[in-house]
């Protein structure tokens, strides 16, 4: 009687640590799933969410299970591994719980924009960027003094420290370093898995997303979650026009007849005059135009 009924508690012990290590696995699931999106800035926020709320119903589980030990102790003689199996599994939850970063908006401007906002799907703000940290990323302060890090949606630069990224970043840096561009938010994708806001962002009417890659300085991202503000088949298009496949300059000698005309590339001002010396552009197809009052204008397509 009494050895059935030992029996019995030790394989109830057994079965309910089966229980929790089962339910840690479907935790590390999740978080396999989230990953793997993440690498496609999919939205990942419902997948960490629910790795936190099964974590806090696994800790019930093994707290239940460590009362259950207390109770039966002395029928339980492997004491000390039930023992370092609650220490060891109460480690690993909290190591998992504390490398789960639940991605939100942070700056409270662009909360508040997102909950005024009439539209469904999206909106947007206006900002002037502050710093460029490559040729995706980039960012502002919002009223509050806070810095806000934009990630450009669909595009993918190479990393900022690398000969590439530097090319890359420099790019961006001069079109919108001091400037004010626009972001256009997805209502249900409003940042990515760091936090980021995730944005198509506009100069004026130019996308500079579909820009950076027409221009050789960055990759679409084409396994891309969906955004309400961009159009994967524009990026795709733009892609295709950049004869290289990474970031590469090239140096233009201009001159011109009548001399010292304003040189514009892809509607941009260069800063530069014909004949003043050397313009860098990015290898790639663009519309050049120039412009001299008085004269009118001329484009070509290189």
């Given amino acids: 009687m009494v050895t059935g009924y030992v029996d019995s508690v030790v394989a109830e012990a057994h079965q309910r640590l089966r229980d929790i290590e089962q339910d840690i696995k479907e935790v590390t699931a999740i978080l396999t799933m989230a990953q793997s999106d993440e690498q496609y800035n999919k939205p990942t926020m419902d997948y960490y969410l629910a790795a936190k709320d099964r974590i806090t119903a696994i800790r019930s589980y093994l707290k239940a299970f460590s009362d259950y030990y207390e109770d039966n102790k002395k029928v339980l003689v492997e004491e000390a591994y039930f023992v370092n199996i609650i220490q060891s599994i109460t480690r690993q939850l909290d190591t998992m719980n504390e490398n789960i970063v639940v991605p939100s908006v942070t700056s409270d401007a662009v909360k508040s924009a997102m909950l005024k906002s009439s539209d469904p799907t999206g909106f947007e703000r ?170 009118g204008a001329l484009n070509v397509n290189l």
């Fill in 126 to 295: 206006v900002v002037t960027v502050t710093k460029v940290d490559d040729g995706d990323t980039f960012m502002y302060q919002d009223e509050s003094g806070k810095e806000v890090t934009v990630r450009m949606a669909g595009t993918d630069a190479p990393e900022g420290g690398t000969d590439r990224g530097k090319i890359s970043a420099k790019f961006l840096s001069g079109l919108i370093l001091g400037k004010e561009v626009t972001l256009k938010i997805d209502k249900y994708q409003p940042v990515d898995a760091f936090g980021r806001i995730l944005a198509v962002v506009y100069l004026g009417d130019l996308n500079l997303n579909v820009h950076m890659v027409s221009s050789c300085m960055s990759a679409p991202l084409t396994k891309f979650g969906r955004h309400h503000y961009l159009d994967m088949e524009q990026l795709k298009a733009a892609g295709e026009r950049c004869v290289m496949g990474w970031p590469q300059e090239a140096i233009l000698h201009v001159f011109t007849k009548p001399e010292h005309c304003m040189v514009f590339i892809d509607g941009i001002d260069t800063g530069q005059l014909s004949g003043r010396g050397e313009i860098r552009v990015s290898v790639g197809n663009h519309r050049i135009t120039f412009a001299k009052i008085g004269y």
